[in-house]
């Protein structure tokens, strides 16, 4: 977990203007390939990054009073544009229920808009890194050839908020920020995509997958859960648990949206997290989640080999210092 914090902490100062910035690409062409990812600094500084903010809303309710800098406000602006987008797209009457093609306009508008809305949080001095920076919110949407999405396009999300951590935009004491305001805000943005355009899960394991489209709000959230007075991992089956908390906790959040998505018996639509809730503890919860990311998302080749590189998530073996 020091690793994560260093990560952070380093970020503060602004990079070298000398740094050359480049448009991240893919890396990940074959199963032996992976090899590479997991050596890699790119690896390392995401792991870090992710377990920097585990840490930080560590027993934290989203209502818990924070700092909230510019380069947060401007984030959350952001993403309130694309959410004005999705009003302006309305899906179109079409004979398949799933993959509405108005999200194919809907991601146009991004693809051509998504240098100049990173240009409104990055400062001009910076603006060299707009264009690697940029990448990385385009892939965090989904798919528009498929019109799906997953836990890659969501990993894309957590990479770009790290590259503004290392370029300084997003400071250490943003931390709890970036997960509850922005994260927070990108999750209701995407549920929203979801809904509108039904998309398809990427890549989705089905009922033996934790959730069809998410993974981090699930860490992150059992996080906030560590040492709770009351609730304990039982409760997040129990509706009136749920109803009465969510406003609180990203975990809660996220069973709620899963609910009134899904029909039948929570335990066969949601076979993973109702195991989970035999588990003793939110700690315990935690760390087995954090295991599980590892294993089902980042050791995944069908989710890495979409992950891009660039100056900032470099391929290059991890140099130690």
């Known amino acids: 977990e020091a690793e994560g914090e260093r990560i952070?902490?380093?970020?503060?100062?602004?990079?070298?203007?000398?740094?050359?910035?480049?448009?991240?690409?893919?890396?990940?062409?074959?199963?032996?390939?992976?090899g590479k990812w997991k050596r890699s600094q790119a690896y390392a500084?995401?792991?870090?990054f992710i377990l920097t903010l585990n840490e930080g809303v560590k027993g934290k309710k989203l209502t818990f009073e924070y700092k909230v800098s510019e380069a947060i406000e401007k984030?959350?602006?952001?993403?309130?544009?694309?959410?004005?987008?999705?009003?302006?797209?309305?899906?179109?009457d079409q004979p398949s229920r799933f993959g509405n093609k108005a999200y194919r306009t809907w991601y146009a508008k991004l693809d051509?808009?998504?240098?100049?809305?990173?240009?409104?949080?990055?400062?001009?001095h910076l603006a060299a890194a707009v264009?690697?920076?940029?990448?990385?919110?385009?892939?965090?949407?989904?798919?528009?050839?498929?019109?799906?999405?997953?836990?890659?396009?969501?990993?894309?999300?957590?990479?770009?908020?790290?590259?503004?951590?290392?370029?300084?935009?997003?400071?250490?004491?943003?931390?709890?920020a970036i997960v509850f305001k922005v994260f927070n805000r990108y999750l209701e943005v995407m549920r929203k995509l979801q809904k509108t355009y039904r998309m398809e899960p990427a890549g989705s394991q089905g009922v033996w997958g934790l959730d069809d489209f998410q993974f981090l709000p699930f860490i992150w959230g059992s996080s906030q859960l560590i040492d709770h007075p009351y609730l304990e991992p039982r409760h997040f089956v129990d509706e009136k648990a749920v109803n009465e908390n969510?406003?609180?906790?990203?975990?809660?959040?996220?069973?709620?949206?899963?609910?009134?998505?899904?029909?039948?018996?929570?335990?066969?639509?949601?076979?993973?997290?109702?195991?989970?809730?035999?588990?003793?503890?939110?700690s315990k919860v935690n760390q087995g989640l954090i295991r599980m990311y590892k294993a089902e998302c980042l050791e995944k080749f069908p989710v890495i080999q979409h992950f891009k590189f660039g100056s900032l998530l470099p391929i290059h073996p991890v140099t130690s210092g």
């Open 8 to 34: 952070i902490l380093e970020s503060g100062e602004a990079p070298p203007a000398t740094q050359n910035f480049i448009i991240p690409k893919k890396e990940i062409h074959t199963v032996p390939d992976m």
């Open 131 to 176: 264009p690697e920076v940029a990448v990385y919110l385009k892939e965090s949407v989904g798919n528009s050839t498929r019109i799906d999405y997953g836990t890659g396009h969501e990993a894309a999300f957590a990479a770009f908020l790290c590259c503004l951590c290392k370029i300084g935009v997003l400071r250490v004491d943003d931390q709890i």
């Open 246 to 282: 969510h406003k609180d906790y990203m975990f809660l959040e996220c069973i709620l949206f899963i609910t009134e998505m899904k029909t039948g018996p929570f335990a066969e639509h949601s076979n993973q997290l109702w195991n989970i809730s035999a588990v003793p503890s939110w």
């Open 45 to 48: 500084d995401y792991i870090g």
């Open 75 to 92: 984030l959350v602006a952001l993403l309130n544009t694309l959410d004005r987008w999705i009003d302006e797209t309305p899906p179109v």
């Open 112 to 124: 051509e808009e998504a240098e100049n809305l990173v240009a409104t949080v990055v400062p001009t």
